[in-house]
């Protein structure tokens, strides 16, 4: 009989997230590939696959740097550009490794790759030594929170498996670790090529009495295991099922990122501060009494708290502190920090103050001012103009996943086109509202939209827009409180022109039966879930909006243009009707019989929400309409100007949601 102590499985010592790391021609995809092959972790179609693709290239032994390296770019010429993932196991843990380039270009990469692991391996060419981006690359792991490194001595096959230029490499780099502040590296010497030291320990290294690369990641310990960490849970998606089964459901689906959260655990939710319990944990269609960390669930709260995607979830009062200053991981000072001349970057967001230093290549790199070009981060405190929340030593709250990435990228992409808009408006100065859409639309093309809150204006421009045959998507944000004139006449507009008005609703709690309505007990509150957030999260998607402002509305609006940079949403504002009067407006509302709200006739100049507007007296300003009784007048969609030359491009904000306009004399 087979002992029981044999049949249970063996102990798991949960997953491990690394990342290869260190200069170009280090061996990095060849130390993955060889992984794989000695783990027995490859298939075998895909090592059929790789031995052909060898002998094609006239190699004699088996390229493993191919399992990593799968873009054309970086087969031809034997590199890696891009971070490539693989998963390997083996009977006590679960691995995904990040093989990340070794090019200085490619820096930023490498950080991509960093963000999300827990230990690094940085390897070494036994023949070159420490070099500066081995240097570097060991100070951004530091930076971003790693704190477990493998320096792998690698290519010992070409130095004759020399102790000697072993022991001399890890005594130079751990005058780096201690320079930078590293407490916890390991050494080891291997050849990936060969395979002494990587999984087994091989012939060539009699004299190494050490672990092998694969002994060292066994032992290391599991991501969210050394230390009690504090709960942060943000909200990815707000799950409100309308079947009659879960009517009134309401749950909150994210990733426990640290920490652990039960079942009447008490939490508070950011930024709001509203504190209440966790009634029920959700993995699917299994309920848990728990989650840990790095877990996927759904949380169903007890009270009916507002909480939107990208709200944070924390232990009550164990929150984040607030603060303005953010400051850089500490370490000794290194001589010559780079010059920031006075004005470069002046109008950012965030002002960086001149910190202790920075880490650099050392003696015999770069100069300063390349290594900042190089990508290397300046250890500055960073001041900001909004609040954050942060504390010492929590790597990061959210990690954003792919299609978080590609909306960065994109985002950027979107700055590197202010200078094109500018010359854009140019262009369109002195245009009409035809031409400057239809510029706005082949510039943009599936990716701008018209938000229309159904003032006059907004129908001249939604007029336009069918009559031209554009391809631009209309919305209006529906707050459940419009005028039954509003709903009436969106119903009309899209029979009139046969097309699609999308309402966007936000995902908002249910009023207090027993209470004071929202919008009396708190206006901005209510402004806030109905408007901004939906309008922000439509936004998100976009590269360009269009709107119904002009020139003459405000004083604001002085400085608007055809077509400028929206600085608070990150994309393109389109305003057609920017050189349009009043008079304008109502003129082509009368020749093309553009359908209107009757709502204009009995004194309504800005129609917004029902519960928060009201007629306008002769005289009165446009506005004073709108929350009446109230020193609120505006709902937030649109960000004050900030000072400068609006003819040069920067962008110039409305002052309302809501195109004002004066009534029709004529009606």
């Not at 009517?247 to 939710?269: C, I, N, P, T």
Request: hydrophobic residues 35%.
């Amino acid at each position: 009989m087979i002992p029981a102590e044999r049949l249970s499985p063996p102990e798991d010592h949960g997953l491990l997230r690394f990342l290869t790391c260190g200069s170009v021609d280090d061996g990095k995809s060849t130390l993955i590939g060889r992984l794989l092959l000695d783990t027995r972790s490859i298939l075998a179609d895909t090592l059929h696959a790789l031995e052909s693709t060898s002998r094609r290239r006239g190699l004699e032994a088996l390229d493993l740097s191919l399992l990593t390296d799968g873009l054309q770019a970086e087969r031809e010429q034997g590199i890696t550009i891009d971070v490539a993932h693989r998963y390997f196991s083996t009977g006590t843990r679960k691995y995904i490794i990040a093989d990340a380039p070794g090019h200085e270009q490619y820096t930023r990469n490498m950080v991509t790759a960093a963000s999300t692991a827990h230990l690094a391996v940085i390897l070494v060419d036994a023949r070159k030594g420490v070099v500066t981006q081995t240097r570097r690359h060991a100070y951004l792991a530091h930076l971003v929170g790693i704190r477990h490194l493998v320096l792998a001595v690698n290519k010992m096959d070409l130095v004759g498996w020399s102790e000697e230029v072993f022991r001399r490499i890890s005594e130079e780099f751990v005058a780096v670790a201690a320079k930078l502040g590293i407490e916890d590296v390991r050494f080891i010497p291997l050849s990936a090529l060969t395979g002494d030291g990587v999984v087994e320990r091989g012939r060539n290294l009699g004299w190494w009495r050490g672990p092998t690369l694969l002994d060292i990641l066994e032992g290391a310990p599991a991501a969210h295991t050394e230390s009690r960490e504090k709960l942060r849970f943000p909200v990815q998606w707000v799950c409100r099922p309308h079947g009659p089964q879960h009517h009134d459901f309401r749950g909150l689906a994210g990733r426990v990122e640290s920490g652990e959260v039960a079942v009447g655990d008490e939490v508070q939710a950011l930024p709001s501060g509203r504190a209440t319990r966790v009634r029920e944990i959700r993995l699917g269609e299994e309920t848990l009494r728990r989650a840990v960390s790095e877990q996927s669930v759904m949380l169903v709260l007890e009270d009916d708290v507002d909480v939107s995607r990208g709200d944070i979830l924390v232990a009550a009062g164990d929150a984040p502190p607030i603060t303005r200053t953010l400051d850089p991981l500490p370490r000794p000072p290194v001589p010559g920090p780079p010059r920031h001349p006075r004005g470069e970057g002046a109008g950012r967001r965030d002002r960086l103050a001149r910190g202790p230093g920075r880490a650099g290549a050392g003696p015999g790199g770069r100069a300063p001012d390349e290594r900042h070009r190089a990508g290397l981060l300046p250890a500055r405190r960073a001041h900001r103009r909004r609040p954050v929340r942060g504390e010492q030593g929590h790597r990061r709250l959210h990690r954003g996943g792919r299609g978080d990435q590609r909306h960065r990228r994109r985002r950027d992409d979107r700055m590197t086109a202010r200078p094109e808009l500018a010359a854009l408006a140019e262009a369109l100065e002195g245009k009409g509202p035809a031409e400057i859409l239809a510029a706005a639309a082949d510039r943009f093309p599936g990716k701008i939209a018209f938000a229309t809150g159904f003032g006059a204006e907004g129908c001249a421009v939604l007029d336009v827009i069918a009559r031209a045959g554009l391809r631009i998507e209309v919305f209006t944000l529906d707050t459940g409180y419009l005028f039954a004139e509003t709903y009436a006449l969106w119903a009309r507009l899209e029979e009139r022109y046969g097309i699609r008005i999308r309402g966007v609703k936000g995902d908002f709690p249910p009023p207090d039966p027993g209470g004071p309505p929202p919008w009396e007990r708190d206006p901005d509150g209510c402004c806030e879930v109905r408007k901004v957030r939906p309008l922000r999260a439509e936004l998100a998607r976009l590269d360009a909006w269009v709107t119904a402002i002009r020139r003459d509305q405000t004083p604001d609006r002085a400085g608007a243009r055809a077509i400028e940079w929206d600085r608070r949403f990150s994309l393109a504002k389109v305003n057609p009707l920017v050189a349009w009067t009043s008079a304008d407006v109502w003129a082509h509302v009368r020749a093309f019989d553009v359908p209107t709200s009757p709502l204009h006739a009995q004194g309504y100049a800005s129609i917004g929400c029902a519960p928060c507007t009201t007629p306008v007296r002769p005289g009165e300003d446009p506005r004073a309409g709108r929350w009446r009784g109230r020193e609120k007048k505006e709902c937030g969609l649109h960000a004050r100007p900030s000072p400068g030359n609006p003819a040069r491009g920067e962008p110039v904000e409305p002052r309302g949601s809501i195109p004002a306009i004066a009534s029709d004399p004529h009606r």
